[in-house]
């Protein structure tokens, strides 16, 4: 492996392992990599900045998996519904400012909401738990909406989700 192989390959690992904001990580690399006196200085070729790209996607797509996994609902790593929606967003912002199309990961995570939604219904009908939605109906209509995600492919009873439970 030559020296750029190298440091490639190791900020890829930075960038795909990073905190809840990739993009972030991504930048610093780029900064690092191409621009920062103390670094090597590289000019990178498409190939290298589509594979820093699409770690960049990849971890947000783990991240957005991560707070649809009704598993984790419990959990200290679950973020919720609401910091889902922001999330998705900040993917939707990086892919149009990169060029990047979005729709596989949109399709993906259009059917996590869909059985998430179903499965917290369903816990919730049952009386088995409270729901932990942190969103409004309002926003996460607009986040269905936005993963194509129609009303009739959500629970019947999804407005109760959003009520106190008692």
């Not at 390959?9 to 191409?34: K, M, Q």
């Not at 679950?78 to 922001?86: E, P, S, V």
Request: glycine share 6%.
């Amino acid at each position: 492996m030559t020296d750029r192989e190298s440091l490639l390959a190791e900020e890829i690992l930075i960038v795909r392992h990073s905190g809840e904001i990739p993009e972030i990580a991504f930048h610093g690399t780029l900064y690092y990599l191409c621009e920062d006196p103390a670094g090597p200085q590289l000019s990178l070729t498409k190939k290298e900045l589509d594979i820093l790209r699409q770690q960049v996607v990849a971890r947000y797509r783990e991240i957005l998996l991560r707070d649809l996994n009704p598993e984790n609902r419990d959990a200290r790593i679950y973020r919720g519904l609401k910091r889902c929606i922001f999330n998705w967003e900040r993917l939707g912002k990086f892919c149009v400012r990169q060029a990047m199309p979005i729709e596989n990961v949109r399709r993906e995570i259009a059917e996590a909401l869909r059985c998430f939604l179903y499965q917290e219904a369903a816990e919730v009908r049952a009386g088995l738990r409270q729901s932990c939605l942190n969103c409004t109906k309002e926003e996460l209509d607009a986040f269905a909406g936005e993963l194509g995600v129609h009303p009739e492919e959500l629970p019947e009873d999804l407005e109760r989700l959003f009520c106190p439970q008692g």
